[in-house]
């Protein structure tokens, strides 16, 4: 089986044939308190086979690469039943830069290196002796993705990531915490164990809020649940056409403060989306979404450009081996103005529970505080011991007073800690 067996065999009896190949290899190990309770190595691969005959598309996957005759059937099957689109056209090759821009050739699925990671973030966790480790995890892993088209498209890219993570108790006060790259000397185990663990062991014996409103720090973790659940989603091209978008009709409009922008950069070192390509094989560009608080553009595939009469954007994207191409975003960053987020008193929220069920229409939002501390000094205080943070993300996006220099990459979000006036705190004391 070849990429251009598929597509010879796909001439004739459809209009266009995009072919997508993605193998690859993972080692990983979960931890059971300090020790490796299940270490796995794998290796998959995955095949998506999509067909446009007269607007129609069907597509079809397989991870059984022999049975690609049958998956090509399968295509042109579900064809037949798809809504028409005015489809005009798979992308023809560009000339871009085909470097990968996410891969580290010390990435490698070894065994040394997985036990090196384990044994630094042990290492860090033991900055507090308070608090124990309960789990864990840290995998590496190693792709290349093909993407091949009818019109004489041919891409091919690597690319590698690396992630560790740590779950660690003191009492009855937990503490978590992880990170990811597709660099290996990016990593920084030690940080995570001693960040668990001291998250863990500073969160005993924490006090009851009162209601009322607050100034807040939002760290990266915390921000990313937020945005994931209502702004992510308002951004989608389908979304607002069909109506299901917060920002629907208010393009060029101001939906938050003046100093915020959001903008996808696939070219951005930090993140982990970076590629010169698409999942449908169109080129990326660096994207404003929102220019200094004004909404300025929308995310779009091909198929959602075209139903619509939009330009598409670049923003097609591919989850796991197997994977159908859908609207996303490849290394979103929120940017305000730098301040020191932790010079006045505030509470500091690390994470939140629950995030998942904020209204993603109107951006209601009512969340359980984790991890959470009186700023007291320009320093994490004394804890919290619950509370529920509650209000309407776009609201809390035009109220950031500023956000830190420093960044987190949160899978494809790269944000800061932002910090935002008078937000309202349920407190159960």
Same mark, same amino acid.
Not at 89 to 99: F, Q, S
Not at 399 to 421: A, F, H, N, W, Y
């Given at each position: ?32 308190? %300090?020790?490796?309770? *299940? ?49 005009? @056209? ?28 384990? =044994? ?20 590496? =892993? ?18 590698? $990531? ?43 014996? @924490? ?29 989608? @091209? ?5 109506? %299901? ?23 951005? =070192? %930090?993140?982990?989306?970076n590629c010169p390509w ?70 500091? *929220? ?18 359980e505080l984790s991890n959470?501390?009186?700023? $007291? ?30 960044? %987190? ?21």
């Open positions: 089986m070849s990429v251009e067996q598929i597509l010879k065999a796909a001439q004739g009896r459809v209009d266009e044939a995009e072919v997508c190949i993605s193998t690859g290899s993972s080692l990983s190990a979960d931890l059971k308190q %300090r020790q490796i309770e *299940i270490g796995s190595l794998s290796e998959g691969s995955g095949l998506v086979i999509r067909v446009i005959t007269d607007g129609q598309i069907g597509i079809s996957s397989t991870n059984t690469m022999d049975t690609w005759e049958q998956c090509l059937d399968a295509a042109v099957a579900s064809a037949r039943f798809s809504d028409r689109v005015d489809w005009k @056209g798979l992308p023809k090759p560009a000339a871009i830069d085909h470097n990968p821009l996410a891969y580290d050739s010390a990435v490698q699925a070894r065994p040394e290196i997985l036990t090196n990671l384990i =044994s630094r973030m042990l290492s860090g966790a033991d900055s507090h002796p308070d608090a124990v480790v309960t789990g864990g995890s840290v995998s590496i =892993s190693c792709a290349t993705h093909t993407i091949a088209n009818s019109t004489g498209l041919f891409y091919e890219a690597p690319e590698t $990531n690396v992630t560790v993570s740590l779950e660690m108790i003191a009492g009855q006060s937990t503490g978590f915490e992880y990170d990811t790259s597709w660099r290996l000397d990016a990593i920084n185990p030690e940080h995570v164990g001693e960040k668990a663990a001291f998250f863990a062991a500073s969160g005993q014996e @924490g006090e009851e809020i009162s209601t009322g409103s607050y100034d807040v720090v939002l760290s990266p973790t915390a921000l990313s649940h937020l945005l994931e659940a209502t702004v992510i989603p308002a951004l989608s @091209g389908r979304n607002v056409h069909t109506g %299901r978008s917060f920002f629907a009709g208010k393009n060029g409009q101001k939906v938050m403060d003046e100093h915020v922008s959001l903008i996808d950069d696939p070219f951005d =070192s %930090r993140g982990i989306g698409d999942g449908e094989g169109m080129p990326v560009q660096k994207t404003s979404f929102v220019d200094h608080g004004i909404l300025s553009s929308f995310a779009y595939d091909l198929k959602t450009a075209y139903r619509y009469g939009e330009h598409p954007t670049g923003h097609a994207v591919r989850s796991g081996m197997g994977g159908a191409p859908g609207i996303g975003h490849h290394n979103l960053i929120l940017t305000a103005d730098t301040i020191d987020v932790m010079g006045d008193n505030a509470v500091y *929220i690390h994470d939140l529970i629950g995030a998942h069920t904020a209204n993603p229409m109107s951006g209601d939002f009512s969340v959470p501390f009186h700023i $007291n000094g320009g320093d994490l205080d004394k804890p919290i011991r619950t509370g529920m943070l509650s209000g309407n993300v776009f609201d809390l996006l035009s109220q950031i007073d500023g956000c830190s220099k420093e960044t %987190r990459t949160m899978g494809s979000l790269i944000l800061p800690s932002v910090r935002c006036s008078q937000v309202s705190i349920v407190g159960r004391g």
